[in-house]
């Protein structure tokens, strides 16, 4: 089956460093998403990517789809320490799969 | 507008034992789908229900049974529990497929097995 690899597993920065999250699928995907989960907390969408080579930005943070469709990043520039968390890829194939498939996570803790 | 919410929070259970977690969804969605996520791991699908049908299941065994009402809101029920279904239970809705549409978690069920 489909499965979602990211790494790293886990990131430990300084504060105003930047960071960077890799997800790889084993199969080609219709769209991947992103969600952060704070510790103690459940997962929080932050953005879905569908077009080959796509790139979304939302403040500080820099979303890309690989052109094959099969990878993904997540660039943090200039961390803070409200950044911590857990940063999940979560991709679906599209047809008439209607799940998504998750990474591991990579855990990122920022020093102040 | 009230989020996607669970219940109850937290639950303690031993090996053998049922379990029915209950979710209601975020208004105006008609999507469930429910996680286990281990402590350390990304969230597992372990199905999804939409008008009042199971449209997919993951690689969970037939004691995960699951459950949509008319009203959209859903149950997840745990048969025979083992030590290894411990984890946290996440319910996310979504209008429509999660694969195409955002999907909204709620806050979880910790289920312990002793």
């Known amino acids: 089956g489909q499965q979602v690899m990211q790494i790293p597993q886990y990131q430990h920065v300084q504060e105003g460093e930047d960071f960077t999250t890799y997800c790889n699928s084993s199969t080609t995907l219709s769209n991947i998403q992103w969600y952060k989960q704070r510790p103690g907390g459940h997962p929080v969408f932050l953005i879905q990517l569908v077009k080959s080579g796509e790139v979304k930005k939302q403040k500080r943070l820099t979303f890309q789809f690989g052109e094959a469709k099969k990878n993904s990043s997540l660039h943090i520039t200039a961390t803070q320490t409200t950044d911590v968390g857990t940063y999940f890829c979560?991709?679906?194939?599209?047809?008439?799969?209607?799940?998504?498939?998750f990474g591991k996570g990579t855990l990122l803790t920022v020093n102040p | 507008d009230a989020g996607v919410t669970q219940s109850p929070t937290h639950l303690i259970k031993t090996r053998g034992q049922q379990v029915t977690l209950r979710c209601s969804p975020k208004?105006?969605?008609?999507?469930v789908s429910w996680y286990q996520q281990a402590l350390g791991q990304g969230p597992q699908f372990i199905f999804q229900?939409?008008?009042?049908?199971?449209?997919q299941r993951g690689n969970f065994p037939d004691r995960f049974s699951g459950h949509q009402f008319p009203n959209y809101s859903s149950e997840l029920n745990v048969n025979a529990l083992l030590l290894g279904d411990s984890a946290l239970y996440l319910c996310?809705?979504?209008?429509?497929?999660?694969?195409?549409?955002?999907?909204?978690f709620g806050p979880g069920t910790r289920l312990t097995v002793l």
């Open positions: 208004s105006g969605h008609d999507t």
């Open positions: 996310a809705s979504s209008l429509g497929p999660p694969g195409a549409y955002t999907q909204y």
């Open positions: 229900y939409y008008e009042e049908e199971e449209r």
């Open positions: 979560a991709g679906n194939s599209g047809g008439s799969n209607y799940k998504l498939t």
